[in-house]
Nanobody, 122 residues
Framework: QVQLVESGGGLVQAGGSLRLSCAASGRTFSSYAMGWFRQAPGKEREFVAAISWSGGSTYYADSVKGRFTISRDNAKNTVYLQMNSLKPEDTAVYYC???????????????WGQGTQVTVSS
């Protein structure tokens, strides 16, 4: 079993940057693909980015491509989401999740963190 804890959210002005972290417990972290999702008020949860167990493959939603970067450090059991050029529409609760295979489908993820709030002011 994997437990996930996100951190790094906060309030930032449009055009600014934030780096989210997701710390995982358990010795099998390096076996999982990891993903980031987000949910804005009144909207469904949506895929943001994902990374394979090795870090060799990444996948992004079109809305964040070129602005966000997902990475992982298996030695630290941590996955990151570097967010640059933030926009007000990026405002949401951001969740990290673990899956056995790289996918953008939320149903493919077995473990979820509790989320961290990101608010981008205009």
């Amino acid at each position: 079993q994997v437990q996930l804890v996100e951190s790094g959210g906060g309030l930032v002005q449009a055009g600014g940057s934030l780096r989210l972290s997701c710390a995982a417990s358990g010795r099998t972290f390096s076996s999982y693909a990891m993903g980031w999702f987000r949910q804005a008020p009144g909207k469904e949860r949506e895929f943001v980015a994902a990374i394979s167990w090795s870090g060799g493959s990444t996948y992004y939603a079109d809305s964040v491509k070129g602005r966000f970067t997902i990475s992982r450090d298996n030695a630290k059991n941590t996955v990151y989401l570097q967010m640059n050029s933030l926009k007000p529409e990026d405002t949401a609760v951001y969740y990290c999740a673990a899956a056995w295979a790289l996918t953008s489908w939320s149903s493919g993820y077995d473990y979820w963190g509790q989320g961290t709030q990101v608010t981008v002011s205009s």
